[in-house]
């Protein structure tokens, strides 16, 4: 090995794979003494971009096909970007030539992927899921080692090179202070704090679920957390003030997005969260103990969230609802009913918690740094 290790990170599209993707990052550049360098290959994107630049590392961009469940005239053109994606990635990783390529799958990992096969490069592939991706069940004969965060998740991989490892989350999302704050957003502790969040992108059917229900949740003293999403912010807000509430001063703070410290300061607060059932959001809330509901976005490939979110109730470690159940009454009734309970949730939180690893960036780090020193073989 020289020196410098070079390593390629692929994969985006959503928090849920870049937040790993970070994760991994900082942990390789502990093991390695920061002699290390990154460039992240993927789709372009503003979400990607930023996560990226925060972490300084390069970016480059291929083109990338993805096969939609639903007719769309995209179907017909994807698939003609693919081979331009694969050129491109051929490309990038022939002046970078890294040491390994870790992979969060997803359909900008699979030019780079197989880039790296052709040169030879060892791929070590991460799936968050309960049911892995379909990108990534392509990509695994290709890799060297696959990483999973869920049991199930063996049944779509060779056991041989196969490791349970649980999902990396952001440490600073342990290190919240409430007090920072209900101060900054003139909440209070003495009243219960329901914490909505739709995924890194929002959520449009979370997000119309709350909007019906909002002035009855504040008329019963429960004050609302609400991370909406870039896109849907405007249009929240001005609904919300034709109810005549006052931004800020009634007891619903919303927010386009929660950067790392305010959602790590906002879980620290929350009674309850209301949440999208994505692998990353699940584990988050594990390694907080937050009692939860859980709506499984419906359609999603694979399924997998609904398949993530009924393997945390089987433990109890959460309550969930289809996005056909959120309906005003039973919502209202549901939130209404855990916070009665504060022994319940706590229980919750306790059950919800194996789905938290805290050494899974370490361990999936080590795993790409022996698959450097041991010439691309699987331990």
């Given at each position: 090995?020289s020196?410098?290790t070079r390593?390629v990170?692929?994969?985006?599209?959503s928090g849920?794979h870049?937040?790993?993707l970070?994760?991994?990052a900082?942990?390789?550049?502990?093991?390695?003494?920061?002699?290390?360098?990154?460039l992240?290959?993927?789709?372009?994107?503003?979400?990607e971009?930023?996560?990226?630049?925060?972490?300084?590392?390069?970016?480059k961009?291929v083109?990338?096909g993805k096969?939609?469940?639903?007719?769309?005239?995209w179907?017909?053109i994807?698939?003609?970007?693919?081979?331009?994606g694969?050129?491109?990635?051929?490309?990038?990783?022939?002046?970078?030539?890294?040491?390994?390529?870790?992979?969060?799958?997803?359909?900008?990992?699979?030019?780079?992927?197989?880039?790296a096969?052709?040169?030879r490069?060892?791929?070590f592939?991460?799936d968050?899921?309960?049911?892995?991706?379909?990108a990534?069940?392509?990509?695994?004969?290709f890799?060297s080692?696959v990483?999973?965060?869920?049991?199930?998740a063996?049944?779509?991989?060779?056991?041989r090179?196969t490791?349970?490892t649980?999902?990396p989350?952001?440490e600073?999302?342990?290190l919240?202070?409430?007090?920072?704050?209900?101060k900054?957003?003139?909440?209070?502790l003495?009243?219960?704090?329901?914490l909505v969040?739709g995924?890194s992108?929002?959520?449009?059917?979370?997000?119309?679920?709350?909007?019906r229900i909002l002035p009855q949740?504040l008329?019963?003293?429960?004050?609302?957390?609400?991370?909406?999403?870039?896109?849907n912010?405007?249009?929240?807000?001005s609904?919300?003030?034709?109810?005549?509430?006052?931004?800020?001063?009634?007891?619903?703070?919303?927010r386009a997005?929660?950067?790392?410290?305010?959602?790590a300061?906002?879980?620290?607060?929350a009674t309850?969260?209301?949440?999208?059932?994505g692998?990353?959001?699940?584990?988050?809330?594990?390694?907080?103990?937050?009692?939860?509901?859980?709506?499984p976005?419906?359609?999603a490939?694979?399924?997998?969230q609904?398949?993530?979110a009924?393997?945390?109730?089987?433990?109890?470690?959460?309550l969930?609802?289809?996005?056909?159940?959120?309906?005003?009454?039973i919502?209202?009734?549901?939130?209404?009913?855990?916070?009665?309970?504060?022994?319940?949730?706590r229980?919750?939180?306790?059950?919800l918690?194996?789905?938290?690893?805290?050494?899974?960036?370490d361990?999936?780090?080590?795993?790409?740094?022996d698959?450097?020193?041991n010439n691309g073989?699987s331990?």
């Amino acid at each position: 090995m020289s020196d410098i290790t070079r390593i390629v990170l692929t994969g985006g599209i959503s928090g849920g794979h870049t937040f790993p993707l970070v994760a991994v990052a900082r942990a390789l550049r502990k093991k390695l003494s920061n002699n290390v360098e990154f460039l992240f290959i993927g789709s372009e994107g503003s979400f990607e971009n930023d996560a990226m630049i925060q972490e300084n590392i390069l970016t480059k961009y291929v083109l990338t096909g993805k096969w939609r469940r639903y007719f769309s005239l995209w179907n017909i053109i994807d698939p003609f970007k693919i081979p331009i994606g694969f050129i491109q990635a051929l490309w990038h990783l022939l002046i970078f030539m890294p040491d390994a390529v870790f992979s969060k799958g997803g359909s900008a990992s699979v030019p780079v992927v197989l880039a790296a096969w052709v040169y030879r490069i060892p791929v070590f592939i991460h799936d968050s899921d309960a049911v892995a991706g379909r990108a990534n069940r392509f990509l695994a004969r290709f890799a060297s080692r696959v990483a999973i965060a869920y049991p199930g998740a063996y049944n779509f991989f060779p056991v041989r090179k196969t490791v349970l490892t649980g999902n990396p989350i952001r440490e600073e999302l342990l290190l919240g202070e409430g007090d920072r704050f209900v101060k900054q957003f003139g909440l209070s502790l003495e009243k219960p704090i329901l914490l909505v969040l739709g995924g890194s992108q929002g959520a449009q059917t979370l997000n119309a679920a709350i909007l019906r229900i909002l002035p009855q949740l504040l008329e019963k003293n429960i004050q609302v957390v609400h991370q909406t999403g870039n896109k849907n912010y405007e249009n929240i807000v001005s609904s919300v003030e034709t109810y005549g509430l006052k931004i800020g001063e009634s007891g619903y703070v919303p927010r386009a997005f929660l950067s790392v410290f305010e959602l790590a300061d906002a879980l620290k607060v929350a009674t309850l969260v209301l949440s999208r059932a994505g692998a990353g959001s699940i584990a988050e809330l594990a390694a907080t103990k937050k009692a939860s509901i859980l709506v499984p976005l419906l359609g999603a490939a694979n399924d997998e969230q609904r398949m993530n979110a009924y393997d945390v109730a089987a433990l109890g470690g959460a309550l969930v609802l289809e996005d056909t159940n959120l309906g005003e009454h039973i919502l209202l009734e549901k939130i209404q009913e855990l916070l009665s309970q504060p022994e319940l949730m706590r229980s919750m939180g306790e059950k919800l918690s194996p789905f938290y690893h805290p050494d899974a960036a370490d361990v999936i780090a080590r795993g790409v740094y022996d698959l450097i020193e041991n010439n691309g073989q699987s331990m």
